[in-house]
């Protein structure tokens, strides 16, 4: 098994058209999700 340190891989990556899912407030529908650092958005 090889680990990498993903923070180290990119700065940002951007998901188009994945399917989100928050059982908690009921939000089930496809979106797109930018990941930069620490932060989602």
Excluded: H
Aim: charged content about 25%; aromatic content about 8%; glycine content about 8%.
């Amino acid at each position: 098994m090889k680990l990498i340190n993903l923070e180290s891989e990119f700065s940002m990556l951007l998901i188009k058209n994945g399917r989100v899912v928050d059982p908690k407030s009921g939000f089930d529908q496809v979106a797109d999700v930018l990941v930069d650092g620490q932060k989602n958005y």
